[in-house]
Nanobody, 122 residues
């Protein structure tokens, strides 16, 4: 059974930084495309970033481009999201997700984590 476990969320002031991590219990992690999504209270889940298996290709939502960086360490089965210059509108539950094939904007990856809360105060 595949498990994705996020960590690193918390409360931060506007302008601050956080780094989210997602550890995958997936032997084929290094072949998987990985994603970050977020869902703010009362809003639909939205795409944040994606990365292909080799980290050669990444994509970002316009709202986070230039502030967030997605990366991965295949030796550690871990996905990261470095979030800088955080804004109150970045407040949401952040989810990592994985899929065997890379699509830049895949809204239905096969595997999902349980989410980690990020709260940005003004």
């Amino acid at each position: 059974q595949v498990q994705l476990v996020e960590s690193g969320g918390g409360l931060v002031q506007a302008g601050g930084s956080l780094r989210l991590s997602c550890v995958a219990s997936l032997r084929t992690f290094k072949t998987f495309a990985m994603y970050w999504f977020r869902q703010a209270e009362g809003k639909e889940r939205e795409f944040v970033a994606s990365i292909n298996w080799s980290a050669a290709t990444a994509d970002y939502a316009e709202a986070v481009k230039g502030r967030f960086t997605i990366s991965r360490d295949n030796a550690k089965n871990t996905l990261y999201l470095q979030m800088n210059s955080l804004k109150p509108e970045d407040t949401a539950v952040y989810y990592c997700a994985g899929h065997p094939v890379y699509y830049r904007r895949n809204n239905s990856p096969d595997y999902w984590g349980q989410g980690t809360q990020v709260t940005v105060s003004s």
